[in-house]
């Protein structure tokens, strides 16, 4: 190789790198991403706790293992990582008494299944335990649906109307 050719090589044409000297953009963007990404689970936790808390209500006091309130323990820290387990089971058990208090057929399920797949999918790999948290919290609204939504635990029985006048 001649000396020319060596000199033709090594030429500055610029820094191609000279537009990531200032990482401000960039850093920006990742901090904006990161709050809207917290902003949504930020949602999507409420959204489930108040579910849960309704699914409590609607189950008679009997049959609930768990007081309506007691879901928001989850915000006590480090209490919390056990509690959202304690929570997804005693809602199945209170489900399940419920259901077979009021003569009603479930599925057997009640919840489980979708459940551990939020919690053991969250642990193992976080979008599979958010896709799980939807889809166990559009499960525990359907069960308040047919429980119906009205809150305190009463059960509806067909009133004999009684008039003796």
Known sequence: MDSMSLILFA???GDPFAGLNDPGPMVFGI???????NLIMLGLAIWYLITMYKVFSAVSPSNRDM??????????????????WLIMFRAC????????DRGMSGDGDYGKTKGLVH??????????GLVGLILYTLQ?????????????GSK????????DD
Request: hydrophobic share 50%; net charge negative; proline share 6%.
């Open 11 to 13: 030429q500055n044409k």
């Open 31 to 37: 901090i904006c991403v990161a709050a809207v990404l």
């Open 67 to 84: 007081e309506p309130a007691m879901v928001f323990l989850v915000f006590v820290p480090l209490l919390g990582i056990v509690w959202v």
């Open 93 to 100: 058990s209170s489900l399940q008494k419920e259901y077979d």
């Open 119 to 128: 919690l053991i999918g969250g642990l193992v790999c976080p979008p599979v």
């Open 140 to 152: 525990m609204r359907k069960y308040l649906a047919e429980l119906g939504d009205g809150g305190g």
């Open 156 to 163: 509806k029985k067909k009133i004999a109307d009684d008039d």
